[in-house]
């Protein structure tokens, strides 16, 4: 594994609680040298909390990029991440995949039946975020987009048939305590702590997590 930090001083982020978006964001860039970028935010139409990109069907309201050129204006400064948030305090956090981290993505049911696994494998975690829209995504080293297909495979499943999406340059993901509309909140399923600074790799978590799938795929099919 490798360090994706420089200090045993940083990873404290946790707290959130009473903190405004700005500081949120400013620490994830300062504590845990994560690129960050704001996303669209909320607004009160007629009663209703709207998406700012204007769509009424908008899928992710308020949880989504602003800009089509938004990995230009990703950045690991915590005074750039200030200056960007005060420009629109309650824009989401987003945090792009690709950089400093990748991510496993997976179906709820089977993120959590994952960590279990991986509780009683005594696994080394990093950060693993829970969506509104129903999934569980492991942050890991980068290389991911790359391994995660052949390790899959060598499992004994064709990647097409799992609810798995690997992460990695190009895109994002949300982050606490950004809000899906009236959904709720991403929530840290596992924080980050000064314990996981290291991220795991993702042939370290694959195992656990192709299972999972596996199994959730199996109870659909008998449903």
Known sequence: MEETITSTETARIP??????LQ??????????????FP????????????????E???????????REDWPTQATGSATVARRLWAKQPT??????????????????TAGFLALARMKRMQLSLGPVTCTPDRRVQF???LGATAKVPDLVRKLGWPLASLDLDVLGEGTYVAAPP???????????????????????????????IAYACGRDVRRSLRA
């Not at 980050?192 to 042939?203: K, M, Q, S, V």
Request: glycine residues 8%; charged residues 20%.
């Open 15 to 20: 707290k959130q609680r009473g903190e405004t």
């Open 23 to 36: 500081d949120i964001a400013v620490r994830y860039a300062e504590e845990r040298h994560w690129d960050v």
């Open 39 to 54: 996303g669209t935010w909320l607004e009160a139409v007629d009663g209703v909390q709207r998406c700012s990109c204007g």
């Open 56 to 66: 009424s069907s908008c899928i992710a309201p308020g949880a989504h990029p602003a």
């Open 91 to 108: 824009a989401s956090i987003l945090l792009p995949t690709g950089r400093t981290f990748d991510a496993i993505s997976v179906p709820e």
């Open 139 to 141: 942050f890991v080293l």
């Open 178 to 208: 950004t809000r899906f509309g009236a959904h709720g909140r991403v929530q840290w399923a596992c924080r980050p702590t000064p314990a996981n600074r290291w991220l795991p790799d993702a042939e370290e978590l694959i195992s656990p």
